[in-house]
């Protein structure tokens, strides 16, 4: 069974910066895709960014330029830069991790095609 967690999250004021990482207890790289989703209080859940096994990645338009995700398969670990950070990026962000072939704009998508999640952490960015 995969496992997946997260760490790195926390308060910070607006501007800020924070690196989440995600620890997983398989071969990063025997993953089609990899991503980071946030869902904040009373909100669907939305994908922020995804990267594929060919390092191919993707975000969200309100994050693009101010996230970085990446991956390090030697450490098996998943990583999400965020600078320049604004209130409404407050959200439980979580990790996943799918075995599923798809497009980099389904992996923002079609949460449902993660069948991997970790239990989330809490970024919480004040103004």
């Known amino acids: 069974q995969v496992q997946l967690q997260e760490s790195g999250g926390g308060s910070v004021q607006s501007g800020g910066s924070l690196r989440l990482s995600c620890a997983a207890s398989?071969?990063?790289?025997?993953?089609?895709?990899m991503g980071w989703f946030r869902q904040a209080p009373g909100k669907e859940r939305e994908g922020v960014a995804a990267?594929?096994?060919?390092?191919?990645?993707s975000y969200a338009e309100s994050v693009k330029g101010r996230f970085t995700i990446s991956q390090d398969n030697a450490k098996n670990t998943l990583y999400l830069q965020m600078n320049s950070l604004k209130p409404e990026d407050t959200a439980m962000y979580y990790c996943?991790?799918?075995?599923?072939?798809?497009?980099?704009?389904?992996?923002?998508?079609?949460?449902?095609?993660?069948?991997?999640w970790g239990q989330g952490t809490q970024v919480t960015v004040s103004s």
């Open positions: 996943a991790a799918s075995s599923v072939s798809m497009t980099g704009i389904q992996a923002l998508v079609y949460a449902r095609f993660f069948g991997y």
């Open positions: 398989r071969d990063t790289y025997s993953f089609y895709y």
């Open positions: 990267i594929g096994r060919d390092g191919r990645t």
